[in-house]
């Protein structure tokens, strides 16, 4: 079975890839919890070679983190050499969750970017910011989320944020290593 792109770095949560013959920038943001300063400028700087058409982030298996960790990630999508409506495009998908859904969110709310996949996995604003609380009496440790986290700044009672092209994978295109997603993210006109 060949392995799709997006399941090839699973230990790394922050990496690129150069498709469609050098124009398109793939990146994998795929957990909220490192800063996201260095990865940003490299985006960027990327984005701005002359031959890349398409920005490509892919957000797939972000399940969260830090809400406070992607600024700098959106400022560099909020730019202008990569802010162009056909040009950004956002791939999520439901396992998009906590902070990687409230960075869809972000997307969704202050970007042209077109998202492709499937919805996220969560609501754009939900309880957040996990604190750590030891239960002893049953020798565990848990995370606990104690805040409810608005993240637009204001009320958006949509269940998900659903893709303006939706697109799904099903176990014949898991198990052949094709990725229909990432095809049509490409290929969007």
């Not at 940003?40 to 058409?53: D, E, G, N």
Request: glycine content about 10%.
């Amino acid at each position: 079975m060949r392995t799709p792109l997006w399941l090839r770095n699973p230990n790394r949560t922050q990496w690129f890839a150069t498709l469609d013959r050098g124009r398109a920038v793939y990146a994998v943001y795929s957990h909220a919890t490192e800063p996201t300063g260095m990865f940003a400028a490299s985006l960027l700087a990327r984005a701005r070679m002359p031959k890349v058409r398409r920005v490509i982030v892919d957000v797939r298996l972000n399940g969260g983190g830090d809400n406070t960790s992607y600024s700098p990630l959106i400022e560099a999508l909020r730019n202008r050499a990569v802010n162009r409506r056909g040009r950004l495009v956002l791939v999520a998908g439901r396992v998009t969750f906590s902070a990687g859904g409230n960075f869809v969110a972000e997307v969704d709310a202050f970007t042209r970017a077109r998202i492709v996949g499937e919805a996220a996995g969560g609501s754009p604003h939900n309880y957040g910011d996990s604190e750590l609380v030891e239960l002893e009496a049953l020798g565990w440790t848990v995370y606990v989320p104690p805040q409810y986290v608005e993240v637009l700044g204001r009320p958006d009672e949509r269940v998900a944020i659903g893709p303006d092209v939706p697109v799904q994978i099903g176990a014949a295109d898991h198990f052949a290593g094709r990725d229909p997603v990432l095809a049509r993210a490409i290929a969007l006109r």
